[in-house]
């Protein structure tokens, strides 16, 4: 979607404000990356790739501004983007969104004794995500919010691609890859049963015969750890 949305500019005085007595979430090597604002926004910081990359075209920004709405569009739970504004000062970009209320995935599962019945939800989830054609190459259990209902919900959303037909087998071999990023992620998934989660994800999905086989191989190449 190359639908580009408009940020407008933010002087230094101006962030000043925005900021004011937020705390700090996330930071990195470049700077403050996820602030937490008293009135419970989100100010999220996107600093420009040193690398030349499409993010000199396309920035991260407006890749996460585009790809939040047509999550939304989707029916699938994500940010709410209030403000895209360009820092030119600092050279970075910055987005402001409501906080959804929510631990994420992984905060979650390090606070229960069993968590299966998340990971029982998070293959079907999966499923949902890759009907709709969403390869999100971020899965990991921190960039999926539990939200007080329990439904599931994506944040960090730039770094993804959403068509209109469902995914292929070789993607959704790949985004089981993606899933497996995070070493407590994958300590997690590992105690809980790779092929647990397989067998789920296929039996959601209506994955059989043939197509299961093939999507078995595919996940051996790209995913080895999960078929040893
Ligand atoms: N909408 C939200 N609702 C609740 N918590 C959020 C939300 N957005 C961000 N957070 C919190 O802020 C943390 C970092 O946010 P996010 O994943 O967007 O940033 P990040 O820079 O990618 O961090 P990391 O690189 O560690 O994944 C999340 O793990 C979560 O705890
Ligand atoms: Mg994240």
Not at 75 to 86: D, F, K, N, P, V
Not at 97 to 118: E, F, I
Not at 126 to 149: C, D, K, P, Q, Y
Not at 177 to 193: F, P, S, T
């Amino acid at each position: 979607m190359w639908l580009l949305p408009r940020s407008t500019p933010i002087s230094a005085a101006e962030f000043e404000q925005l900021r004011a007595g937020a705390r700090l979430l996330e930071r990195d090597g470049r700077g403050e990356k996820v602030l937490l604002t008293p009135d419970k926004h989100i100010i999220k910081l996107f600093y420009p790739r040193r690398r030349i990359t499409s993010a000199r075209i396309y920035p991260y920004a407006y890749r996460f501004w585009n790809n939040a709405r047509q999550l939304r569009e989707k029916g699938i739970i994500s940010i709410s983007c209030e403000q895209l504004r360009y820092d030119r000062q600092n050279g970075r970009h910055l987005i402001t969104y409501p906080l959804l209320p929510g631990t994420t995935l992984r905060d979650r599962l390090a606070g229960v004794s069993n968590g299966d019945g998340y990971l029982d939800k998070l293959a079907t989830y999966l499923v949902t995500l890759h009907a709709n054609g969403i390869l999100f190459r971020s899965i990991h259990m921190g960039n999926i919010l539990v939200l007080e209902n329990s439904d599931y919900g994506l944040i960090d959303v730039a770094d993804m691609t959403i068509r209109q037909w469902p995914l292929g087998l070789v993607k959704r071999a790949r985004n089981f890859r993606h899933l497996l990023h995070d070493r407590r992620d994958r300590e997690r998934l590992e105690k809980y049963g790779y092929d647990r989660l397989l067998d789920n994800y296929e039996t959601a999905a209506g994955i059989s015969g043939y197509r299961r086989t093939l999507l078995r191989k595919l996940i051996r190449h790209y995913a080895p750890a999960m078929t040893l």
